[in-house]
């Protein structure tokens, strides 16, 4: 699994994904809130499944 996630949608996925986490626990969104885990853990991991078939590395690691 090499890392085909980085800088800005890096930092945008981590973002976002806390933002509708906290949003959820908040009571702001109802459950599907919670799908903010998927960009926040592809954002930690720097890893994203999406990304394979289309062959996009938005990452400068090789």
Known sequence: MSPN??????TL??????ALIVASVAGLLPVWGW??????ATGLIRWCPAYLPFGI???KLK
């Open 5 to 10: 996630v980085g800088g800005i949608d890096r």
């Open 35 to 40: 799908i903010g885990v998927v960009p926040l």
């Open 57 to 59: 590395k938005t990452c």
């Open 13 to 18: 996925r981590i973002v976002i994904g806390i």
